[in-house]
């Protein structure tokens, strides 16, 4: 199958047919290939090597990293730089995951159906449920986390039924992402609040609020834990 590999040394590799001439044989070569055609951009199935980070692609990324921005968004460059750096804190996620997320909406008889070309981007840990978010985490404190790619194409439907918001898967496939379905969707998941300074500024906004939050929740209730049962039911609009 002809592919991109990102390896984890931050080279991109590109499997192809070649047919020889002389023998009239093909066969599969591989080799090392700098800022990827149109084609290959959009065409080609991309993967990430086993243990392969987004420190990888940043350091692919690097030698063409105006070029990126003319694709990504004027931001990416700065993204490219922060990861590349050192980090204080690096998050103890076990990997990030690429996937799809495909919606049909059907609330208050409106029908909505949103299939967005690129890949979303979150975090993981081992044993967890969860998965986390990373638009306020800094890039350098997640560039050594390995990249996986989940290419599981769901569509879930979603609606309200007495009053409580319903998810149901209702088709299921399997579709290989091209490079720029990947890569675009990191940087859109990254600049999600915009340039590194105003993630930082609407990191630091939030944490002010959750702290006030806390401070009013101490001051009603004290060390007194909440009974969730008592608090009135929030309903989805």
Request: proline share 4%; charged share 30%; glycine share 6%.
């Amino acid at each position: 199958m002809e592919k991109l590999t990102l390896k984890k040394n931050g080279t991109l590799e590109l499997t192809y047919w070649h047919c020889d001439e002389d023998s009239e044989e093909g066969f599969y070569k591989k080799e090392c290939v700098g800022f990827p055609t149109v084609f290959q951009m959009h065409n080609v199935p991309f993967f990430f090597e086993k243990g392969a980070t987004l420190r990888s692609l940043f350091k692919y990324m690097w030698a063409d990293r105006d070029l990126w921005s003319i694709h990504l968004g004027e931001n990416a460059k700065d993204f490219i730089v922060e990861g590349l750096l050192p980090a204080e804190t690096p998050q103890k996620l076990d990997y990030l995951e690429c996937y799809w997320c495909v919606t049909y909406d059907t609330f208050e008889g409106e029908k909505e159906l949103e299939v967005p070309n690129f890949m979303w981007l979150h975090g993981f840990e081992e044993g967890d449920d969860n998965t986390y978010s990373i638009s306020f985490l800094k890039t350098n404190e997640i560039s050594n986390i390995p990249v996986i790619i989940n290419s599981k194409w769901t569509l879930t439907h979603s609606y309200l039924k007495d009053d409580k918001y319903v998810r149901d898967s209702i088709l299921e496939d399997d579709v290989l992402p091209n490079m720029f379905q990947v890569v675009y969707g990191i940087f859109y998941e990254l600049g999600w609040y915009g340039a590194p300074e105003k993630r930082d500024e609407e990191g630091s906004r939030l944490n002010k609020a959750v702290g006030e939050l806390d401070n009013m929740l101490d001051e009603d209730f004290g060390n007194e834990d909440i009974d969730i049962s008592e608090l009135p039911e929030i309903k989805k609009p």
